[in-house]
């Protein structure tokens, strides 16, 4: 069984540009999240799909990220326009609906670098 | 405050040898959950372990292990036998089930190193 990707796996763009990050979860899986790790920062929670919706968007920094998930299947996280301190490790996460332990499994993440 | 902290920012393990990854947490909610993930150097997050805040006995899997002390509210990694391929940063993270619904908070994470 595949496991979560993400594409690309990195990034290099010019400040004021436009990315877009998409990632597949594992098949079968209802819920995908979006995180990031800044440089030396924790990982920090972006939002999370159940399906097609938009469940929590409470981690979004501001309106220049826009994400999406049309069909409920794969998911792209468009930053636009990029500042300097977009600059990090933006992973993606997925799983199915378990209730107590629900295990998040993470993709190999992209590495975005603002210039 | 942090809500996950993790107090060694790195360590080094001579092989064979077991190590213990720090992990303390903060939080009101009586139901949460923890997890560790390893991330090598290929950079994806492995899922390793998970303890739940009403689980009686310490989570094992494999050479795993959770030392879970909840008055304490530590969650600490026990890796036995460590060997080369454990060389990674390790992530504790915690889900706060009424509070903060499906999203988990991280610490900052522990690189540990295996010498042969």
């Known amino acids: 069984e595949a496991g979560v990707t993400q594409f690309p796996s990195h990034s290099v763009i010019e400040k004021g540009q436009t990315v877009t990050l998409r990632c597949d979860p594992i098949s079968g899986h209802d819920n995908l999240y979006w995180y990031r790790r800044v440089m030396g920062k924790e990982i920090k929670f972006l939002l999370h799909?159940?399906?097609?919706?938009?469940?929590?968007e409470s981690g979004m920094p501001n309106n220049r990220f826009l994400a999406e998930r049309t069909g409920g299947t794969y998911s792209t996280l468009k930053v636009q326009p990029a500042e300097l301190e977009d600059s990090g490790v933006y992973f993606c996460?997925?799983?199915?609906?378990?209730?107590?332990?629900?295990?998040?499994?993470f993709g190999p993440g992209t590495r975005l670098l603002v210039l | 405050a942090q809500k996950i902290t993790q107090t060694q920012p790195g360590m080094f393990v001579q092989e064979k040898e077991a190590v213990t990854l720090d992990c303390t947490y903060d939080t009101s909610d009586p139901s949460y959950g923890l997890f560790w993930y390893k991330q090598p150097s290929s950079g994806e997050m492995i899922f390793l372990i998970y303890q739940g805040s009403y689980d009686q006995q310490n989570a094992t899997e494999g050479r795993y292990s959770l030392n879970f002390q909840k008055a304490r509210k530590s969650a600490n990694l026990v890796i036995s036998a460590s060997q080369l391929g454990d060389s990674a940063m390790y992530f504790c993270?915690?889900?706060?089930?009424?509070?903060?619904?499906?999203?988990?908070?991280f610490g900052g994470g522990t690189r540990v190193l295996v010498k042969p």
């Open positions: 993270a915690m889900r706060e089930y009424q509070a903060a619904g499906n999203k988990l908070t």
């Open positions: 996460a997925s799983s199915q609906d378990l209730g107590g332990q629900e295990t998040q499994y």
């Open positions: 799909f159940v399906k097609e919706s938009k469940q929590d």
